[in-house]
Structures are given as C-alpha cells and as structure tokens.
C-alpha cells in the first residue's frame, strides 16, 4: 500500500530517525577531512568530515564537499601534498557555498535506506535536514558512500 505523508512531516520523522539511529546526530563534531597524501595523512580543504560525540576523529559519519574539487582518491595538484594547506590553518566554514555536496558514509547510507528506500525519496529531504541542523548550504548528494 502506498502511503502519502508531506515533505514537512518526512522531515520531521527522519530527523527523529536520525537522532535515534545515530546517537549525538545534531552535536556532530566538524573540522577538515583528512586523506593519505602519500606523505602521512593531510588535510583536505576541499571535505569537510562530521563525527559523532565520542567517535574517532577520522570515523566519519558523513562529509560535506566542494564538489568541483573534491576528489575522494586524494588526487590534488602537490602544492597541497607538502605544508597545511591555507584553508586548513582555520576551522572550515561549512556555510560557504562551494561546500555544496553530501557524501555519506557506507553505515549512515545503509542504515537510511532500509528505513526509507531509494534515495530518490529521502535525498532531498536528508538535505534539508543537514542544512537546518549544521547551517550549511549542500545542494545535492554525492551517492556512492567513502571508505
């Protein structure tokens, strides 16, 4: 049987979901992602990785991308594989408009989409959601999940 609900209300439930399924969802801990650079690990100023309380710095739950040069292989030019990067010498600013894309983590993906479905149905409202409670300004998702 299918079941019609308004978008403000799937909202709402996912939001209770999301709470629930991920405890501290809407306290995630945010700062730049890293990748392996060949040289250690370095920052990466085009992803920003959310963390729950408690979780390992690098467990991310989710990230929020600039998606015109975020490239989930760590293939950036070199002048970002030496020094920090500039950007990285301060907190991200997750409200800037080139950090515009979500990539989930392989649990997080899993575990809404057997609640929900296809994310067809519950992207843009996840969307949403992330906006709201992080202030951001992601525009799409990004739908294979990082490692």
Same mark, same amino acid.
């Given at each position: ?8 209300? #799937? ?5 209770? &979901?999301?709470?629930?399924? @991920?405890?501290?969802? %809407?306290?995630? =801990? /945010? +700062? ?17 990785? #959310? ?5 390992? &710095?690098?467990?991310?739950? @989710?990230?929020?991308? %600039?998606?015109? =040069? /975020? +490239? ?36 997080? =993906? ?38």
């Amino acid at each position: 049987m299918k079941v019609s609900i308004s978008e403000s209300r #799937f909202i709402k439930v996912m939001s209770t &979901y999301l709470a629930s399924i @991920f405890d501290g969802f %809407n306290e995630c =801990y /945010y +700062d730049w992602s890293d990748f392996n650079c060949g040289m250690g690990i370095c920052c990466d100023p085009y992803s920003v990785g #959310f963390v729950l309380p408690g979780g390992e &710095y690098d467990d991310y739950l @989710f990230k929020i991308v %600039n998606g015109e =040069y /975020y +490239d989930e292989n760590g293939n950036y030019p070199e002048e970002l594989m030496g020094d920090l990067p500039e950007p990285c010498h301060s907190s991200p600013n997750i409200g800037d408009k080139d950090f515009d894309t979500l990539i989930l983590s392989e649990d997080m =993906y899993e575990m809404i989409d057997i609640m929900f479905g296809d994310v067809g149905v519950w992207g843009g409202p996840l969307v949403n959601i992330i906006n709201k409670t992080f202030n951001s300004n992601v525009t799409h998702i990004h739908y294979t999940t990082f490692y």
